[in-house]
């Protein structure tokens, strides 16, 4: 198994998100990433690898993320910066948005104040931004493309082992932790690559939103998530069991949440169906965006998987005989993650 991780994920390391009313220090921290490579230290299931300097990174960017949102990314933090220079000290989070209501806000006057700019791209206040936060993304987006790319020369499975995470992500808007979308790159390679048909299975405890809306008038890539209820479940405003798709891509999209406090036997039998309607769909590759933040010791979510189970989560997906890309995504458990991360890859196998 190749793996290709991100030897600049560090430079990304938010201090605090906004959380109820109060700052938290950020749950999504370079900590987590050092724990699944010590792991795999100590359990060497696949083989470490830097993604190649060579492959066509920003055009594989603009398959997935408008050229504008994309833009902002890469000047956000000086844009942050300018706007004063004490900002220099302090992460930027958006605290202002052109809320989607009828005649409450207007959209179409770009706003040239940065934090106005910085709402119109994010959807949260939980998702720092600092001076390295854009090169440690691309080199995650590197990762996935290699994994991508390794691939479709052969390789049965690989992992781009990246953070910060993608699954968020859309085509023009970051959040929950996300900025650029690994999965979606991973699958718009394959399809981009020749393959006519290439399943995104995202088994994170949150939805994922921004993979959904990238591909949700597609057919050519079927999107499924098992994830908390939005009713009570961040990121609440998608991840319904009627979102289907829409257009050419209605049927192409399924959504499988389950209630808060779910164990893993109910999450076992709902990924069986995921895995039926993947291979219903007979495609010529998967994309998993993998999230640990299933366990059952997660800080901010809610279901109650154990280690153990993530051995037969591995074995579950390989059932599928499918060629897999790994995307990592949550787990918040930090002393945990690691193990969790591994057994997943182990159970996978090759
Ligand atoms: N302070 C991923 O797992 N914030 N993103 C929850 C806790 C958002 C999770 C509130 C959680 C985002 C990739
Ligand atoms: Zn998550």
Not at 172 to 180: E, H, K, L, T
Not at 243 to 261: C, M, S
Request: proline content about 7%.
């Amino acid at each position: 198994m190749k793996i290709f991780h991100n030897a600049r994920h560090a430079e990304h390391a938010g201090r605090q998100e906004m959380f109820r009313g109060r700052m938290v220090d950020c749950h999504e921290s370079p900590a987590r990433l050092q724990h699944v490579l010590d792991e795999l230290a100590r359990r060497p299931v696949g083989e470490l690898l830097r993604p190649p300097a060579d492959l066509p990174l920003d055009a594989a960017l603009r398959k997935v993320h408008s050229p504008e949102y994309l833009q902002f990314l890469a000047g956000a933090w000086d844009g942050w910066v300018a706007m004063d220079p004490a900002n220099a000290t302090r992460d930027a989070l958006a605290s202002v948005w052109p809320l989607a209501q009828p005649h409450a806000f207007r959209t179409d006057k770009p706003p040239q104040n940065f934090a106005a700019r910085l709402g119109q791209y994010a959807f949260d206040s939980g998702t720092p931004l600092m001076a390295g936060s854009w090169a440690a993304a691309r080199e995650g987006a590197a990762c996935a493309l290699a994994a991508a790319h390794a691939l479709l020369g052969g390789e049965r499975v690989t992992m781009a082992l990246t953070r910060p995470p993608g699954h968020h992500a859309g085509p023009a808007f970051m959040g929950g932790y996300c900025f650029i979308n690994n999965g979606a790159v991973a699958a718009q390679t394959l399809r981009d690559g020749g393959l006519q048909r290439v399943a995104v299975l995202d088994v994170d405890y949150h939805h994922g939103n921004g993979t959904q809306t990238i591909f949700y008038d597609r057919s050519d890539v079927l999107t499924v998530s098992i994830h908390g209820d939005p009713r009570t479940e961040y990121p609440f405003f998608l991840g319904h069991a009627d979102e289907r798709g829409a257009g050419a891509g209605e049927g192409f999209n399924l959504n499988l949440p389950l209630p808060r406090g779910t164990g893993f036997e109910a999450w076992f039998s709902t990924l069986q169906r995921a895995l039926q309607a993947v291979s219903d769909f007979a495609p010529q590759a998967l994309v998993v965006p993998l999230g640990l933040d299933t366990f059952e010791g997660d800080p901010i979510s809610g279901f109650t998987l154990r280690s153990a189970d993530y051995l037969q989560v591995g074995r579950a997906l390989a059932s599928l005989d499918l060629p897999t890309v790994i995307t990592m995504e949550g787990g918040y458990a930090v002393a945990e993650v690691g193990v969790n991360a591994v057994n997943v890859l182990e159970g996978l196998g090759t």
